[in-house]
């Protein structure tokens, strides 16, 4: 059993950076592939980045575009999300996630509750 928690979510004016945190339980997480999620009011939940128990990396083109840095530290038991240049439309509840494989919204093995992230143009 995993249990994560997500922090570091609040109200950011456009261009600004925010570092969001996912702090796990469990002896196991180095085992676990990560994923960081997002979530915006009337939108399905959309993968934003990831970090495969090797260190592989790979994000979402289309809402990242080289801003967000995806990083994970097994000592701590944490992942973490480095966003800069932030837009309003990265307005989102931003959840993170665990995975025994693959990094998609339905493959996803546990989730934490998420974090709110609020971009003011």
């Known amino acids: 059993q995993v249990q994560l928690v997500e922090s570091g979510g609040g109200l950011v004016q456009a261009g600004g950076s925010l570092r969001l945190s996912c702090t796990a339980s469990?002896?196991?997480?180095?085992?676990?592939?990560l994923g960081w999620f997002r979530q915006a009011p009337g939108k399905e939940r959309e993968f934003v980045a990831g970090?495969?128990?090797?260190?592989?990396?790979?994000y979402n083109p289309d809402s990242v575009k080289g801003r967000f840095t995806i990083s994970r530290d097994n000592a701590k038991n944490t992942m973490y999300l480095q966003m800069n240049s932030l837009k309003p439309e990265d307005t989102a509840v931003y959840y993170c996630?665990?995975?025994?494989?693959?990094?998609?919204?339905?493959?996803?093995?546990?989730w934490g509750k998420g974090t709110l992230l609020t971009v003011s143009s």
């Open positions: 970090i495969w128990w090797s260190g592989v990396i790979t």
């Open positions: 469990g002896r196991t997480f180095s085992t676990y592939n």
């Open positions: 996630g665990a995975s025994s494989g693959s990094l998609r919204v339905d493959g996803m093995d546990y």
